[in-house]
């Protein structure tokens, strides 16, 4: 079964890059990694997404080494407005065993 | 707007009795899911469904029942044999069951008993 690995919380401050890693030791050879951020009392929603390599979009860039087996989500010049928890999510095995899993979250919080 | 919407918003329940958490989506999406949120637990997967007429049990799933009739509504049930229902319940929809496809996720329904 996947297990997905994340810090349970992280500090930041405000204008500092924040660097946030999942742990994948069973991602399926096709999957991707997907993280999403989630406010209090609502749902999670998408941030990025990739497969290999690095992946960049306007809030934030995904580093994924090549054993892919990890992958780091990285927020720019974060703001208060960024504390919140923040998913990774993979898909393990194949066909009727392919499964989803979401890592436990890491609350960030940003301070003035 | 396309979305996904979940209701009621807060719901209670008085031991012993079932209740029906609302899911609807207008994306068109084939995959839908029900997961529940604990302080520190993260999202555990109850039920998903891949199309229509067709679900299967998540991690979680026991005190558990959903129905798909419709591409739209995946409504979940949360029965009396579930002991401890209070949590935070979230409904996501995606194009297929893949985890390259981004899954859209409701703003939950909390669930308390009274």
């Known amino acids: 079964l996947a297990k997905t690995t994340q810090p349970i919380s992280m500090d930041s401050y405000e204008g500092q890059e924040v660097n946030i890693t999942c742990s994948h030791n069973?991602?399926?050879?096709?999957?991707?990694i997907t993280w999403y951020q989630q406010f209090p009392s609502q749902g999670p929603r998408f941030i990025i997404q990739?497969?290999?390599t690095k992946v960049t979009n306007e809030v934030a860039s995904l580093f994924i080494p090549a054993d892919r087996k990890s992958s780091t989500l990285s927020l720019p010049r974060v703001s208060l407005s960024d504390t919140a928890v923040y998913y990774c999510?993979?898909?393990?095995?194949?066909?009727?065993?392919?499964?989803?899993?979401f890592g436990k979250g890491t609350l960030l919080t940003v301070n003035p | 707007d396309g979305g996904i919407t979940q209701s009621p918003k807060y719901l209670f329940r008085k031991e012993g009795q079932n209740v029906t958490l609302s899911c609807e989506q207008n994306?068109?999406?084939?995959?839908m899911y029900w997961y529940r949120q604990d302080p520190g637990q993260g999202l555990r997967l109850i039920y998903y469904?891949?199309?229509?007429?067709?679900?299967q049990k998540g991690d979680i799933a026991e005190g558990y029942s959903v129905s798909r009739e419709k591409k739209e509504s995946f409504p979940l049930t949360v029965t009396s044999a579930q002991k401890n229902p209070t949590a935070f319940y979230l409904c996501?929809?995606?194009?297929?069951?893949?985890?390259?496809?981004?899954?859209?996720f409701g703003d939950g329904t909390r669930l308390s008993i009274l």
């Open positions: 996501a929809s995606s194009i297929g069951f893949q985890g390259w496809q981004p899954q859209h």
């Open positions: 069973n991602i399926a050879t096709n999957d991707y």
């Open positions: 990739g497969y290999k």
């Open positions: 999510l993979v898909g393990d095995g194949a066909g009727s065993n392919y499964k989803l899993t």
């Open positions: 994306l068109n999406h084939d995959a």
């Open positions: 469904s891949q199309i229509v007429n067709d679900f």
